[in-house]
């Protein structure tokens, strides 16, 4: 099968691509839309670093054949700064050291965005779980939970 006109919702601006239907939604963001915030872990959905919302749900993009968000909105790391300023999640997470390396930031970004979206003050071991699918080699995890209650805090006002 040869290529497809894709319509894509995505970080709030309507997108046409052209791709194959088997493309992965991973491949299509970063090669194609040129939003390389999205990051290749593990390719095979295991590790979270290619995480994005699509329609509010977390999905891991390099499971998700870009023929499936055709038409659906996708959210990804770049979409959460506004105006030239970064969410109270991103800040919070350069603040405490909870980015390292860089490779699973945008997921953990955008698995805690998901996160305090269902609760604003989480407890611990609400976010373990809500953390759960995405794994980071670098920080132990402590600087990833402490910024996520860091941005638990500064996002309370906007309930």
């Known amino acids: 099968m040869g290529k497809l006109r894709i319509e894509l919702h995505v970080n709030g601006h309507k997108r046409t691509v052209e791709s194959y239907p088997m493309a992965r939604l ?17 390719g095979e959905g295991e590790c979270g670093a290619c995480a994005v919302l699509l329609d ?51 997921g953990m970004i955008l698995a805690s965005y998901q ?3 269902q609760y604003p003050h989480p407890t611990d071991e609400q976010i373990r779980a809500g953390l759960a699918g995405n794994l980071c080699r670098c920080t132990g995890y402590q600087k990833i939970f ?5 941005a638990s805090q500064r996002t309370a006002g906007d309930e």
Not at 26 to 42: H, I, N, P, Q, S
Not at 146 to 150: C, L, Y
């Open 26 to 42: 991973l491949d299509v963001l970063r090669e194609d839309l040129g939003l390389t915030g999205t990051k290749e872990g593990c």
């Open 56 to 106: 509010g749900e977390l999905v891991n993009s390099c499971l998700v054949p870009v023929l499936q968000v055709d038409g659906r909105n996708i959210l990804t790391v770049e979409g959460l700064e506004k105006n030239g300023h970064l969410h109270p999640i991103q800040e919070a997470f350069a603040e405490t050291g909870g980015t390292q390396c860089g490779i699973c930031t945008p």
């Open 146 to 150: 402490d910024a996520v209650r860091q």
């Open 115 to 117: 996160l305090l979206e």
